[in-house]
T-cell receptor
């Protein structure tokens, strides 16, 4: 069974641009969560999707948004990029949301904002 | 605010020795904890989990201990191997029907041959 797939793996953008990252969960998994990883802040929760609905959102500005499609694939978008948005963006999937449902992570998308 | 903290940022051990990585959590209502391993250039990889109604859980070469009295979690790796070199994160699943994980800052494990 294929793991969580994130595309692209690397991305370079300039300030003010916007970016869309994609995540394909493990087959059969219906819950997708996104995390931002930086050296200074570690892994921080962005949002969680299940059945095309955002169920939970972390403490990030409105420039960060996401969505989930009927096939459980998810995208996240960052508009008006800032230098501080440079990070590794990780997607994780689980069968359904909630505690005790193991989340499996993809390799991430490395975003560099110049 | 919410936090799951690690005591040591870097742990260096000799190959074959046992490793112990510690973690403190702040939310006494948390009922599920996970350890992840992250190698360079990869996403976090699930190692082992434990529910709050347990004190100990064992896997292959790994053991997780949970002390709810002092809100402390530890990961023990037996006979540490070079392939165990990575950053280890503890994560806390926030109470409720949500998949939101709160991660610690991570501990780098270095295994010397």
């Amino acid at each position: 069974k294929a793991g969580v797939t994130q595309t692209p793996r690397y991305l370079i953008k300039t300030r003010g641009q916007q970016v869309t990252l994609s995540c394909s969960p493990i087959s059969g998994h219906r819950s997708v969560s996104w995390y931002q990883q930086t050296p200074g802040q570690g892994l921080q929760f962005l949002f969680e999707y299940f059945s095309e609905t955002q169920r939970n959102k972390g403490n990030f500005p409105g420039r960060f948004s996401g969505r989930q499609f009927s096939n459980s694939r998810s995208e996240m978008n960052v508009s008006t990029l800032e230098l501080g948005d440079s990070a590794l963006y990780l997607c994780a999937s689980s069968l359904v949301p909630g505690a005790k449902n193991i989340q499996y992570f993809g390799a991430g998308t490395r975003l560099s904002v110049l | 605010g919410e936090s799951v903290g690690l005591h040591l940022p870097t742990l260096s051990v000799q190959e074959g020795d046992n490793s112990i990585i510690n973690c403190a959590y702040s939310n006494s209502a948390s009922d599920y904890f996970i350890w992840y391993k992250q190698e360079s250039g990869k996403g976090p990889q699930f190692i082992i989990d434990i529910r709050s109604n347990m004190d100990k859980r064992q896997g292959q070469r790994v053991t997780v201990l949970l002390n709810k009295t002092v809100k402390h979690l530890s990961l023990q790796i037996a006979a540490t191997q070079p392939g165990d070199s990575a950053v280890y994160f503890c994560a806390e699943n926030t109470p409720g029907n949500t998949g939101k994980l709160i991660f610690g800052q991570g501990t780098t494990l270095q295994v010397k041959p």
